[in-house]
T-cell receptor
Framework: AQKITQTQPGMFVQEKEAVTLDCTYD???????LFWYKQPSSGEMIFLIY??????QNATEGRYSLNFQKARKSANLVISASQLGDSAMYFC?????????????FGKGTTLSVSS | NAGVTQTPKFQVLKTGQSMTLQCAQD?????MSWYRQDPGMGLRLIHY???????DQGEVPNGYNVSRSTTEDFPLRLLSAAPSQTSVYFC???????????????FGSGTRLTVV
């Protein structure tokens, strides 16, 4: 079974609108971390936001927020006020266990296209 | 301020040729890993290392070898390249301690490999 599922291959949004990218995860470890990365067409992996399994509040970083619903095992990324530069591939990833030296498990990604 | 450096950025190989993808980090990170990215597949873990002299296999290790003789370097070797190894390869590193925040994972800029 997939540990990270991103069900939206592609999403389209207009500038200044908000968009939600879905991510569900599967783990039996009570300690885990959830990450979102952005990959623009240039190819680099850019870290956006992180949520720990014991964090009480949803993570926020500027225009990015993570809608963390632990019971549903979902960690959706919300981008407010979309910009043309947000057009990219977005990956959800999970680290099982709470040590930094553990591999990330990635979803297959969602391509976001922002139009003017 | 180099972070994780991958070389080369692009490479074309003929089937059966061997080559080494280089990865070096200057952050004294204990953990290093190699991923491959294929269309529609996300990033999949090839090999990883939790410290000098210690390596282990990830999800897709076949056809690849690694070694970790120093903390800084983690080369990935293709002994006999096959067209199925055409992919984009990413190296990543993180600290080995329990400061497990999202910024702990640093990715290189990737190597685009084509095997013909």
């Amino acid at each position: 079974a997939q540990k990270i599922t991103q069900t939206q291959p592609g999403m389209f949004v207009q500038e200044k609108e908000a968009v939600t990218l879905d991510c569900t995860y599967d783990t039996s470890d009570p300690s885990y971390g959830l990450f979102w990365y952005k990959q623009p067409s240039s190819g680099e992996m850019i870290f956006l936001i992180y949520q720990g399994s014991y964090d009480q509040q949803n993570a926020t970083e500027g225009r990015y927020s993570l809608n963390f619903q632990k019971a549903r095992k979902s960690a959706n990324l919300v981008i407010s006020a979309s910009q043309l530069g947000d057009s990219a591939m977005y990956f959800c990833a999970m680290r099982e266990g709470y040590q930094a030296g553990t591999a990330l498990i990635f979803g297959k990604g969602t391509t976001l296209s922002v139009s003017s | 301020n180099a972070g994780v450096t991958q070389t080369p950025k692009f490479q074309v190989l003929k089937t059966g040729q061997s080559m080494t993808l280089q990865c070096a980090q200057d952050m004294n990170h204990e953990y290093m890993s190699w991923y491959r990215q294929d269309p529609g597949m996300g990033l999949r873990l090839i090999h990883y290392s939790v410290g000098a002299g210690i390596t282990d296999q990830g999800e897709v290790p076949n056809g690849y070898n690694v070694s970790r003789s120093t903390t800084e370097d983690f080369p990935l070797r293709l002994l006999s390249a096959a067209p199925s190894q055409t992919s984009v390869y990413f190296c990543a590193s993180s600290p080995g301690d329990r400061v497990a925040r999202g910024y702990g994972y640093t990715f290189g800029s990737g190597t685009r490999l084509t095997v013909v």
